[in-house]
């Protein structure tokens, strides 16, 4: 069946160092979604993306949508404490109109 | 916030028992996802509801059954709990099966 994965499963950082997270799908994708979860939390919203080779900024993160539409990256400029949490990369289901998600990657950042 | 609730935040229940959680969806949104997450992992699809009917179903047996009522809130029902069961379980709702999804803030089940 469709498959997310993501790389890496853990990070540490020190405050302030970039921070690269990857999403590759085993199928192409119409759209890909990245939600953060903060310790104790619940998924939150960050974007979509739809276009082959879509690039957008949120002040510091950046994402990315790969030109074959199965891989993604979300990039974190100078983390703070306030990235703190696990990142995951979500893709379309199918014809089951679920979201599919994958591992996450966990941040943390050392002040 | 996302508009999102969900009841009961944290639950303990035996094995055997059977349980059910509730979700409001947020205003204007018709469809409601839930999801298992267990410790460490990605949330897993468990179903969908659009307008009230079953619109997709993940890898789970059916003593996992939901249900959409007219205003669009939704219940999750588990019979049989195991021990494995033990997870946060996940309401989102959104605007159509593919637009972002909003979630809750989960409820914690714990099977003993």
């Known amino acids: 069946g469709q498959q997310v994965m993501q790389i890496p499963q853990y990070q540490h950082v020190q405050e302030g160092e970039d921070f690269t997270t990857y999403c590759n799908s085993s199928t192409t994708l119409s759209n890909i979604q990245w939600y953060k979860q903060r310790p104790g939390g619940h998924p939150v919203f960050l974007i979509q993306l739809v276009k082959s080779g879509e690039v957008k900024k949120q002040k510091r993160l950046t994402f990315q949508f790969g030109e074959a539409k199965k891989n993604s990256s979300l990039h974190i400029t100078a983390t703070q404490t306030t990235d703190v949490g696990t990142y995951f990369c979500a893709g379309p289901g199918g014809s089951q109109g679920n979201l599919i998600f994958g591992k996450g990657t966990k941040l943390s950042v050392k002040p | 916030e996302t508009g999102v609730t969900q009841s009961p935040t944290h639950l303990i229940k035996t094995r055997g028992q059977q349980v059910t959680l509730r979700c409001s969806s947020q205003?204007?949104?018709?469809?409601v996802s839930w999801y298992q997450q267990a410790l460490g992992q990605g949330p897993q699809f468990i179903f969908q509801y659009y307008r009230e009917e079953e619109n997709g179903r993940g890898n789970f047996p059916p003593r996992f059954s939901g249900l959409q009522f007219p205003n669009y809130s939704s219940e999750l029902n588990v019979n049989a709990l195991e021990l494995d069961d033990s997870a946060l379980y996940l309401c989102?709702?959104?605007?159509?099966?593919?637009?972002?999804?909003?979630f809750g803030q989960g409820t914690r089940l714990t099977v003993v």
């Open positions: 989102a709702s959104s605007f159509t099966e593919n637009t972002e999804a909003f």
């Open positions: 205003s204007g949104h018709n469809t």
